[in-house]
């Protein structure tokens, strides 16, 4: 089971820092991606990390802005926003896929190839 928290009301230029925490299993050899869909819009994959490798991805849209992190010890990936822009508005997923993938080309990017899915958390970005 996977379960993300720390979505909030932020105002532009603002930071979150998201937590997608597992129960029933441990993260030691899986791909984590953090997915988001806005309202009227496709789920697009944010930010992925191999937790036995370390390789991480980003879209285009947050690099620079966003970090993919792992903290083994908790069991939990994190996923820190800074900067945050309206277009950011989404219900952000976490979602884990078993495995190990090495370098950042090996990481599964789209939402069908992951089998764990949390509920998911509300980020909103205004003013």
């Known amino acids: 089971q996977l379960e993300e928290s720390g979505g909030d009301l932020v105002q532009p230029g603002g930071s979150l820092k998201l937590s997608c925490a597992a129960s029933?299993?441990?993260?030691?050899?899986?791909?984590v991606g953090w997915f988001r869909q806005a309202p009227g819009k496709e789920r697009e994959g944010v930010s992925f990390?191999?937790?036995?490798?370390?390789?991480?991805n980003y879209a285009d849209s947050v690099k620079g802005r966003f970090t993919i992190s792992r903290d083994k010890a908790k069991n939990t990936v994190y996923l820190q926003m800074n900067s945050l822009k309206p277009e950011d508005t989404a219900v952000y997923y976490c979602?884990?896929?078993?495995?190990?993938?090495?370098?950042?080309?090996?990481?599964?990017?789209?939402?069908?190839?992951?089998?764990?899915w949390g509920q998911g958390t509300q980020v909103t970005v205004s003013s």
């Open positions: 990390i191999s937790t036995a490798a370390g390789s991480t």
């Open positions: 029933g299993f441990t993260l030691d050899y899986y791909a």
């Open positions: 979602a884990a896929r078993a495995g190990i993938y090495i370098g950042t080309g090996a990481l599964p990017l789209d939402p069908s190839d992951y089998d764990y």
